[in-house]
T-cell receptor, first 109, second 113 residues
């Protein structure tokens, strides 16, 4: 059974204080790892896809990296508008997504 | 560009009443369609997925059902709601080969009284 574990569950940062979110996974036949951002009361918004170990993707203050066992979402100099829940998900050879429980990020001004 | 619509945004229903949630996708053909449920503070649980009209696969046994009457329309139903059916229901779509991301609607918040 595929499993995804995200840590920490919650993270409080001061504006400008960089940090990383972790996503560790076990999956049979990894076909991709996705990061999503979810605002309260909204559906997850797609951020990145990573397909192979060593791959990196960037978007504004966010950078996602992938190894064979985990992925990191690095947030550089975060702003209050980066506050959200960040979800990690893996897709297997059967094209099914398994989500982690998410990290709730709060950035204080 | 592709868009996905879910309605209603919020719904309050009594126990034992029926349910119908609708999801439509625009701007793409023959999408894969998915229904998820997200409990408070927890991850997303896949309920149903469909790779084509009339083709439904169920991931979790329950009193919910899904139908796909048209290529870009996905419906989640129940004949008699339970208290445990409360939650945030999300529809999603994807296209193409395996490994492509799923894109989500804004969900329906369902409260059972």
């Amino acid at each position: 059974e595929d499993q995804v574990t995200q840590s920490p569950e919650a993270l409080r940062l001061q504006e400008g204080e960089s940090s990383s979110l972790n996503c560790s996974y076990t999956v049979s036949g990894l076909r991709g790892l996705f990061w999503y951002r979810q605002d309260p009361g909204k559906g997850p918004e797609f951020l990145f896809t990573l397909y192979s170990a060593g791959e990196e993707k960037e978007k504004e203050r966010l950078k996602a990296t992938l190894t064979k066992k985990e992925s990191f979402l690095h947030i550089t100099a975060p702003k209050p508008e980066d506050s959200a829940t960040y979800l990690c998900a893996v897709i297997n050879a059967g094209n099914m997504l398994t989500f982690g429980g998410g990290t709730r990020l709060m950035v204080k001004p | 560009s592709q868009t996905i619509h879910q309605w209603p945004a919020t719904l309050v229903q009594p126990v034992g009443s029926p349910l119908s949630l609708e999801c439509t996708v625009e701007g793409t053909s023959n999408p894969n369609l998915y229904w998820y449920r997200q409990a408070a503070g927890r991850g997303l649980q896949l309920l149903f997925y469909s790779v084509g009209i009339g083709q439904i696969s169920s991931e979790v046994p329950q009193n919910l059902s899904a139908s796909r009457p048209q290529d870009r329309q996905f419906i989640l139903s129940s004949k008699k709601l339970l208290l445990s059916d409360s939650g945030f229901y999300l529809c999603a779509w994807s296209v193409g080969r395996e490994g492509r991301p799923q894109h989500f609607g804004d969900g329906t918040r369902l409260s059972i009284l």
